[in-house]
C-alpha cells in the first residue's frame, strides 16, 4: 500500500505572503507530497508576539490558500491552549497517522534555529525535515547544529516516502525575497505589497486597517 506522505509548514503568518505559498507549492511538487499543512503558529514561543490575532492570522491563512489545490490551512494550534510547540503539532499528526511520511519543511535559517526549539531531539524521532533555501538569509548549516544533524542527513529524497520519519532533505527552491516583517513595514508605510499578498488576503488586511 502506497504510504501518504505529508508536509507540514509551520509559520506566524503575520501576514501570509507569497514567500511562505511559493515555497510550499515548490516544495509539494518537487517532492510529491499528497498535502502540505500551512500550520498557524497561534501562540509562537520563540519570538516576538505577533501584530494580529491568531483567529484573524488564520482568516487570511485560509483566504491566501483557497484557490491553492494541495496547501491546507490548519488550526491545530489554534485549539490547543498554551504556546504553539512545533513538537506537540507532530505529536498530533503522528498519532494521527502513524503509518504516514511526514516532513516538517522549514527555511535554514528557521532550521538554524532548531537547537533553540522545545524538545527539539524529538522532532527527528516524529517527522522528516526538509530544509529550503530563503533568499536574503544566510543558508548555510551552522556548524554547532551540523554535527548532531549529520547522521540523519540523506540525499536520497526517495526515503522521505519510504520512511515515516527520520530523515533529513535538502530541498533548493527559488525564495522570493520578502519576509513578513518587510511586508507588515509596507502596509504601515502604506506603500504598494500586492505582488507580495493574494488579493483575497489582502482585500481582508485593508478591510480592517491591519498593520496600518
Ligand atoms: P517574520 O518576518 O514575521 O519573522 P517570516 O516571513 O519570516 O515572518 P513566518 O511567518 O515566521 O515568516 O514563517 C516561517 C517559515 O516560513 C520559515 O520556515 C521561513 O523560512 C519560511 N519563509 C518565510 N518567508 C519565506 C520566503 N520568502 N521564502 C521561503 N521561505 C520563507
Given at each position: 500500500m502506497r504510504r501518504v506522505s505529508i508536509g507540514i509548514y509551520g509559520g506566524t503568518f503575520d501576514p501570509i505572503h507569497w514567500g511562505h505559498i511559493?515555497?510550499?507549492?515548490?516544495?509539494q511538487q518537487k517532492l510529491g507530497f499528497d498535502e502540505v499543512?500551512?500550520?498557524?503558529?497561534?501562540?509562537?514561543?520563540?519570538r516576538t508576539q505577533p501584530i494580529v490575532s491568531a483567529s484573524d492570522r488564520f482568516s487570511l491563512l485560509q483566504l491566501a490558500l483557497q484557490d491553492q489545490p494541495t496547501l491546507y490551512a490548519?488550526?491545530?494550534?489554534?485549539?490547543?491552549?498554551?504556546?504553539?510547540?512545533?513538537?506537540?503539532?507532530?505529536?498530533?499528526y503522528r498519532k494521527q497517522a502513524p503509518e504516514s511520511s511526514i516532513a516538517l519543511i522549514l527555511g535554514m535559517e528557521a532550521f538554524n534555529g532548531l537547537m533553540?526549539?522545545?524538545?527539539?531531539?524529538?522532532?527527528?524521532?516524529?517527522?522528516?525535515?526538509?530544509?529550503?533555501?530563503?533568499?536574503?538569509?544566510?543558508?548555510?548549516?551552522?556548524?554547532?547544529?551540523?554535527?548532531?544533524?549529520?547522521p540523519f542527513i540523506s540525499t536520497d529524497k526517495t526515503q522521505l516516502k519510504l520512511l515515516t520519519h527520520g530523515k533529513i532533505y535538502?530541498?533548493?527552491?527559488?525564495?522570493?525575497?520578502?519576509?513578513?516583517?518587510?511586508?507588515?513595514?509596507?502596509l504601515k508605510n502604506n506603500e504598494p505589497v500586492s505582488q507580495w499578498v493574494p488579493d483575497a488576503s489582502l482585500a481582508e488586511i485593508q478591510r480592517h486597517g491591519f498593520y496600518s
Open positions: 511559493n515555497a510550499a507549492n515548490q516544495v499543512r500551512m500550520v498557524l503558529s497561534a501562540r509562537p514561543p520563540h490548519d488550526d491545530c494550534e489554534l485549539k490547543r491552549s498554551g504556546p504553539s510547540y512545533m513538537v506537540d503539532t507532530l505529536l498530533h533553540s526549539w522545545h524538545r527539539w531531539q524529538d522532532i527527528i524521532e516524529l517527522a522528516h525535515i526538509v530544509i529550503t533555501d530563503r533568499a536574503g538569509f544566510n543558508n548555510q548549516l551552522e556548524t554547532k547544529l551540523a554535527t548532531y544533524v549529520e535538502s530541498q533548493p527552491v527559488e525564495p522570493l525575497a520578502i519576509s513578513a516583517t518587510q511586508l507588515r513595514q509596507l
